[in-house]
Every structure is written in C-alpha cells, then in structure tokens.
C-alpha cells in the first residue's frame, strides 16, 4: 500500500488514459491481474512495466487511502478508472484520543464529489476518521444507485438523520457498519425507514448508537433479509427481543447481542437457550453490555464454535468470564475489560489454546482507588496457555521487565505489541528501573513485529533496541518516554519498514526530528506533539522536504517559537487547500 | 505552620494558616490523600481539625465535618454528619480566607476524588488524550455509570408486571459479589447534601448496612479514625451509625434502578445490592417523603412493596 502512494507520485505525469493497450496479451494480464487482492501485490506489478501498469490500472476495483492528504481525488479517478470500492482514512490517530481540533478537515464531500462524477458505480465506501455531514450521506445516497456497502469508524459530523436518508434511499443496500463514531444520536426513527420491499442487507452493526429503535421495524427487516450474516444490535435490545429476532435468522454468522439483560421467565429463557442452540452459525459474538453471569449459560451452544468473543463492553468478573471461556476452546480473538482481573485471564490462558488475538480494555481508566485490573501475572498466565498469541492490547496498572521477557520468551510471534502502562512514566514496579529492557526482549524476540506501542518509563535505550532490532516494524506510537533526541534518531536511521511513527509528551527536539529527512518519503505520516520541536524545526523541514506536507497546530498561550502538534505526511496533492486558520502549513 | 488543610503541616486555625494552607493544597495534590491523616495525627489541637474539613469542606455548607471547636461536645456525636451550624467559627473564620480557600480545597479535594470527570492526584487523568482509549469508548464508560437503562423503562417494566421467577439457580458468584446494577465492581457514587463532589463506595466491601453507614461517615465527616482519637472519645465501630437510625440530622438513602429514591435498610442487604444505582446522604428535612424517622420505620417497611 505505501508503495502503491510511492507509485502515484512517479507515474503522475505519465497519467493518460488512453494509454490502454487493447492487444490481447493486455487484456489477458487484466484479466490474470483482476485476480489480485492485496494492495501491496498491485503496487508492485505496477512498478514492472509500463503494460503492467496499465493492466493493473485498469483491473483495479478496490483502493485504499491510507491518507486522505496524500492525493487528490482527481489523481485517483485519473488512474483508476474501474474503481468500485474505496477506503479511506483521514485524521491523524491521536484525534481518537482528542489531540486533533475539530474541524481539522478529512471532509469526505470533495471524494464524494468526484466520484459521482467518474465511478458513478461505486458499492462501497469505508471510512475512518474522516468528517462526513448528513448531506454528504444524502449525496452519497442519491449518487450512486448501486450503492452496497457503508461501513464508517471513528467518523464525526453526521446524525442519523443521515441514516434515515441511506436507509431510504440505498435500494440495493447490503451493509451498513456504523461503529465507533461521534454521531449526532438523534433518535432511532431511521432504522424504520428502511422499506418494506428492502431485502438485500447482508450486515448491520449500529451497536453504538443508543437511542431505541423501533423493534417492530427491526424484526421484520431481519425477518425479510434472508442473505443476513452480521447483526449487531444496540443496547436498547432486550433478550426477549434478541431471542425473537434469532429465531428468524438462524443463519446469522456474526452476533451483537445488546445489553443481553432482563429478567426473564423460566419459559423465556428456555426459549433463547434453545434458539440459541440452533445458531448453529456463529463465529463471533459481542455486545453483551449488561451481561449477568445469569444468562451467559445460554450460550455456552453458541461458544463451542466462537473464534472472536467481544466483552469489551460487558463488565464480568473472573468467575463469569471463566466459565464462559470453558466452552470457547476454538476462540482465536477475545476483547475483554479489565474487571475480569488476573484471575479471568488464567482462565483465558488454560482453556484457549488456540487464542491469537487478545484485548484488554480499561474499565475505569481514571479511577485511582480501584486497585482491581489486570496486573502482569494476568498477561504472563495467557502468554503460558496460548502460544500462538501474536496481537496483543494491554491496558493495566503494573508491569515488570521479567515478565515481558518470559512473555515473549513463551509468544515469539507477536505481530502487534501495544502495551499501556497507564500511569506516565511508571518504572518497574518490583525493580524501580526503566522499561527498557522489557520493550528491548520484544524487538529482539518478535521478529515478525510490525506494531509496537510502548509506555512505561523508559530511556534512550529502549529506541536504540527498537533501532536495532525492530527490522520489521511498521508503526510505532510513543508516549511520555525517551531522554534525548538521540532515541528518536534511532528509530528514524533503524527501521527500515518504518511508516507511521506518532509521539507525543517526548524529549526529541529538532535534531532528532531532521534526522528523518531522508525516511519521511517513505512514510505515510509523523506526528509529534508536546515535544521539544520548534517552528524553526519545522520550517527547515518543511524547506528540505518540499515533497512532504509540514503542519503545525499551535496552542493557545504557546510560546511563538514552539510548534506544538506537527503533522508531517508525503502527498503527491500538494498543501492543503482545506486547512482551517489552526493548522499552518510551512 | 497551621492549619493545614493540608498537611502542610496542618495546623490550626489562624487565618494565615488556613490561606497558606490552600495555595499548599493545589501543589500537593498527590500526597493528601495518603499522607493527611499521618500528619494530622502527629499534630496537634483539635483546632486542626479544620484540616478534615478540607476534605469536605467545599463550599455549601462550608465543610461538614465533624469537628470544630476544641474538644467540644461535637465530639460526642461523631457518629453524625455534621452541618454547616455545628462549627460556625470555623466557617465565619474560613470565610476570611475565603471563597478562595473553600474552592482552592475544593478543587484539590475534586482532584482526589474518586469520581471519573475529577482529576485524580496521580496523573493519569490529568492528562489530556491519556491513557489512549478512544473518545467513543470514555462516553460509553462514563455511561454506562449514570444512564438509565432501556430496559428500566421499556421492556423491563412489562416484564415486571409478569410474575417473574429467577431461571436458572444460579451459582454463588453473584451473592458475594455486589455487582451493582452498572455491572461496575460495586463501585457506587455517594453524594452527601451541601458538598458539590461526590464520592465513591466500594459496595463489596461491605457485607451489612452498619458497615457501609460506618465507611460513608468516615468518608464525608472525617478522613479517618486517628483524628477522632486527638482529644476525644475514639469513633467506635460498634455504635450504631447515626445515619440509620434517624437521629441523625442526614439520612442515608439510594436510587434503585427504577429511578426511584428510597431509604437505605428497607430492604436485606442482598437485595439491595442489586438494585442501588448509587447513593445520597440527604438532609433529613429534605427527605421526609421517603425517610421516615426510626419509629416509622417498621411501618413503612410493611407497606413498601419489595
């Protein structure tokens, strides 16, 4: 994918449509070509020849925008004609976490414009992190007669009014994926609009939405869309209702079960473990917010055949979780909450062995008394029961370089290490020291590591192990950690897979920030904020680099001289048209 | 120096004590919490006892706490939650140091509170955008502690009406552990009347009501036992908590999950568990509808549905 945005800015001038070739052997390598999936694979057929690029060109119906800055809609539409579905993303990823202004920009309405222009047969459109209104979602609708597929996380600037239009509109709609957004809930009025004679949607998911819908109008959509294999309701579904709408979609492969609480009558609930039972179907199962370890024994038939168990909104406790988890041998990914302690990840650790993916979320963050939580015994126990464990998000309070250690000592393949000690700058709880050698065994063990996350305290030292080390890694987020500048070098002039580097609360300053002026290019972006960086900095940057895009947001009651949050990112589109007054760009 | 709110090195009540007391409060957050109490106890007369007030003596009735002239008879009511009126001196005396004292305290007391808007003294919430959990998430946790459930409402109510027998037995897990209707480790917030930052009670680690109106008294009418025990009959835990009994001039009393507002004992103690969404220490006065005093108790509870 990075290459395939390397590629658009080579070939940009030799854009020219009507360079297709229309000799058979072309035609056949399109033919062999519309064959490949992967991003990466299609970047680099297109780099063989000019009759390969082409071909690819032409047989390309899915692209993938890892920045929505970097190139124009034009440019796309330029060079891929054929396209049918587009992802996109668009914010930096510590927006998520409330760094980024509003209205930073990541407008969908100039791609949207575009596209109704040159793919008026574009299905599918995924977005993350981007701003999209309500009339942009009634455009959307209303442009695109074959549209299929809405899938939007992390996005802002929209309500269900803007549902209530695709719902109306998208005759030929077969997934609507609303997930973690900053949605304007207005009500639940919009699931109703779908109409009576609707009955191609394959998937569902408005999980986090919380206004009640219309269970009537539910119930007969589900009951109508036989082709339905993801259904992922919100909390103002009650097991009696669940148990109705079950029943009637017994081939439901993906589950989100509401608050999966009530009190129920003995009938009642024999009848949802029953229908239950007969969902024979299911492979992964979230929801459960309200969950009562009560009703979980319903679905111990469902579990058996589980491979992704989602709990992370559903408060249980070990007992709970263990119990639950003795009928999940088959599960490769579980999110959790943090109240399942310790103890509940024993339990992960002796009765899923095949587990690959595991998630543990704060339940009270910001709570100092609580002293629950997991702790590294917890992680340390599932690293012993589930070897194959290569994904892991870790939120807890404590943690020791021992542990680590014999953690990836026991899981070598980790592909993705994001640990947050959640208090800034906290040692080894057991040693005092830093954490440097905690994050220095994982560079050196995990070989196949692409993400890492680190916290904790940590020195210089633990940059030069990932420097050193960290040979595949592609990402690399930072926090409250470092002494010098020279720890960022070491990451920039290391890693040679580097793509997105974000830091934030850092002692790097500007020579540490020059250090990366051969490496930019080759990333999709950088983001640094409450660092040492001044506009000076950014400016030589940005001086140097006239291929990179220099932003600086500045904070109120800043000094002049200090840049605050900078955003670098390649573009073959030049600066931003669409900055709003707080972001300079240099 | 005096005063202290702080241990700051406490003291006593001069006016210069209290005001440095409060610019020492805003730079040692952290250390109130844990290292108050030391120093109270290794300091002095009971004038100190301001310092308890700092723990709640935000604004309204300017700090209910328990004490406040020397050895007075308020200490024969420790048991009580105290009022504004019980120590005019202090409040009158505050008042010079003034608003800004009572709010300085105030704010530090926000930040050791254990409510998730407040910061808390360490650090983790008082940085912005940390730990890194996505904003969507935050509100779902901050939800999932104050929003009435859909159920309650809707589909809860009729089922309600049915004649619901519990399903399946279910195990033991349940009973000793007080997941509270937020499913939130027991976890409830406690607001008292007149003090505008509330407080948190772990409901699992108490087993009986006297025990839970014990822990609340000694959260909002003093930091803790060593302070009762300058110059003063020691709290003892076997007395009966004022705040159950009626004789006190706050009642203790908690919102189930149906919304409403009851009094805290009606009900065994399990059950309660199960329903109480949190917790309010109200003025008696104020309370009248639904607190009757000790002698109607036995009344009431006859004509309660449970």
Partial sequence: MESSEVNMSRDSSELDESARGSSSPDLALERVLSLLKSHRDRSSVSLVCKDWYNAERWSRTHVFIGNCYSVSPEIVARRFPKIRSVTLKGKPRFSDFNLVPQNWGADIHPWLVVFAAKYPFLEELRLKRMTISDESLEFLAVSFPNFKALSLLSCDGFSTD?????????????????????????????????????????????????????????????????????????????????????????????????????????????????????????????GLWEAKGLHLPALYPVCTHLTFLSLSYAPLQSGELAKLLAHCPQLRRLWVLDTVEDEGLEAVGSSCPLLEELRVFPADPFDEDIIHGVTEAGFVAVSYGCPRLHYVLYFCRQMTNAAVATIVQNCPDFTHFRLCIMDPGQPDYLTNEP?????????????????????????????????????????????????????????????????????????????????GLDKYESMRSLWMSACHVTMDGCRQLAREMPRLNVEVMKEDGSDDSEADKVYVYRSIAGPRRDAPPFVLTL | ?????????????????????????????????????????????????????????????????????????????????????????????????????????????????????????????????????????????????????????????KDKAKDSFKKKPYNGNKINSAVNEKGHLGFVKVNMDGIPIGRKVDLNAHSCYESLAQALEDMFLRSAPTINSIGAEKEQVTKPSKLLDGSSEFVLTYEDKEGDWMLVGDVPWRMFLSSVRRLRIMRTSEANGLAPRFHDRNERQRSKPI
């Fill in chain 1, 162 to 286: 803007g549902l209530a239009i695709i719902a109306t509109h998208c005759k030929n709609l077969t997934e609507l994926d609303i997930q973690e957004n900053g949605i304007d809930d207005k009500g639940g009025s919009w699931l109703s609009c779908f109409p009576e004679s609707f009955t191609s949607l394959e998937a569902l998911n408005f999980a986090n939405l919380t206004s009640d819908i219309n269970f009537d109008a539910l119930e007969r959509l589900v009951g109508r869309c036989k082709s339905m294999r993801v259904l992922k309701v919100n909390r103002s579904i009650s097991l009696e209702q669940l148990q109705r709408l079950l029943v009637n979609a017994l081939q439901l492969a993906e589950l989100g079960t509401g608050s999966f609480s009530q009190e129920l009558t003995f009938r009642q609930y024999e009848e949802l473990e029953s229908t239950l039972s007969s969902s024979k179907n299911i492979h992964t199962l979230s």
């Fill in chain 2, 1 to 157: 120096m005096e005063g202290g709110l702080v241990l700051l090195g406490g003291g006593g009540g001069g006016g210069s004590g209290s005001g440095g007391g409060s610019s020492g409060v805003s730079t040692n957050e952290s250390a109130v919490s844990k290292v108050e109490v030391v120093s109270e106890a290794s300091s002095y007369p009971a004038e100190s006892e301001l310092e308890l007030g700092l723990g709640l003596s935000l604004g309204g009735s300017g700090g209910a706490t328990g004490k406040t002239k020397v050895g007075t008879s308020s200490w024969g009511e420790c048991g009580r939650i105290l009022t504004a009126k019980d120590f005019p001196s202090v409040v009158s005396h505050r008042a010079n140091n003034g608003g800004p004292s009572v709010s300085v305290s105030g704010t530090k007391r926000a930040a050791e509170s254990v409510s998730h808007e407040g910061g808390s003294p360490t650090g983790v919430s008082q940085v912005v955008g940390w730990p890194p959990i996505r904003a969507y998430r935050m509100n779902s946790l901050v939800n999932q502690a104050k929003a009435p459930r859909a159920e309650d409402d809707g589909i809860g109510e």
């Fill in chain 1, 435 to 515: 954490m440097d050698e905690a994050f220095g065994a994982v560079v050196k063990t995990c070989t196949k590591l692409q993400r890492l996350s680190v916290s904790g305290l940590l020195t210089d030292l633990t940059f030069e192990y990932i420097g050193r080390y960290a040979k595949n890694l592609e990402t690399l987020s930072v926090a409250f950690a470092g002494s010098s500048d020279w720890g960022m070098q070491c990451v920039l002039t290391g890693c040679p897979k580097l793509r997105k580097l974000e830091i934030r609360d850092c002692p790097f300053g500007n020579a540490a920030l020059l250090s």
